[in-house]
């Protein structure tokens, strides 16, 4: 089966720490281009952190002008500066979640950011290297029929029953609720039916280096965990890479793979 698409996380896979494409990055992007393979980045985080990398026009060039935010429950549209939200929280999570008294969170509704306290914001800011004014502290006033994509929680209980997936992320000892189901492999597969009537996963390889990452590594045709890949995602890969990932994209064979 030739590779059609290929599906790539962006924080460790494609740029790193300092929100600096890898080198070679953007050539090795190029050249699957030019063998027909045609590159989609799969990202968790929210559009406004996405259209914060005004500095990667060149990278985002080089890969599909729909990019899936938000673990893929939301799709970004950079060239049109269109988000759509295909998948939310239910309309009473961030309600159930504030009557709490204790509750210190930032939710991600539309892909913009409310917390309900500084200090929540100023945690949410450091943990995902965003400016601080990006974040309103608004969180309370949020309408009951805002898009919610993500829920960060600082502090406060997340009842058992919310309808959501709850997923533990390391700064802050926080917690993040999404909606039921999410995932990466599932939102690509999706994406790539309603975009390209691509019908599954066969003819897709996938590059990421993290435990989100897995399911999509698990699911496509081809999989490959850069060198410096998490040890989950290293082991779900079909490929562990003992160079740069540079090097992987410019030797890609897509009919041989």
Do not use: W
């Amino acid at each position: 089966m030739t590779i059609r698409y290929a599906a790539l996380d962006l924080d460790g896979t494609l740029i790193d720490e300092a929100d600096q494409p890898y080198d070679g990055i953007v050539g090795g992007l190029g050249a699957l281009r030019a063998r027909g393979v045609l590159p989609i980045v799969v990202t968790g985080r929210a559009a406004r952190s996405v259209r914060n990398l005004v500095h990667l026009d060149e990278l985002f060039g080089q890969v599909d002008d729909a990019v899936l935010v938000s673990e893929g429950n939301s799709r970004l549209d950079r060239r049109a500066n269109r988000l759509d939200c295909l998948r939310t929280c239910p309309p009473e999570a961030l309600a159930r979640l504030l009557a709490d008294p204790a509750a210190d969170l930032v939710a991600e509704s539309s892909g913009e950011f409310h917390a309900t306290t500084a200090r929540a914001a100023a945690q949410f800011a450091m943990a995902y290297r965003l400016p601080r004014r990006q974040i309103g502290i608004n969180a309370r006033a949020l309408s009951t029929r805002a898009r919610l994509t993500a829920i960060t929680v600082f502090r406060g209980e997340i009842p058992a029953d919310l309808g959501c997936a709850v997923e533990p992320i390391g700064p802050f000892g926080a917690r993040v609720v999404r909606p039921s189901g999410t995932g990466k492999a599932a939102a690509l597969a999706r994406h790539l039916r309603e975009r390209f009537g691509e019908p599954d996963l066969s003819r897709t390889l996938a590059v990421g280096d993290g435990a989100s990452d897995v399911p999509m590594l698990s699911a496509c045709a081809v999989s490959a965990a850069p060198e410096r890949a998490d040890r989950v995602a290293a082991a779900a890969a079909t490929h562990h890479l003992r160079g740069d990932l540079a090097a992987f994209l410019n030797d890609f064979r897509p009919e041989g793979s």
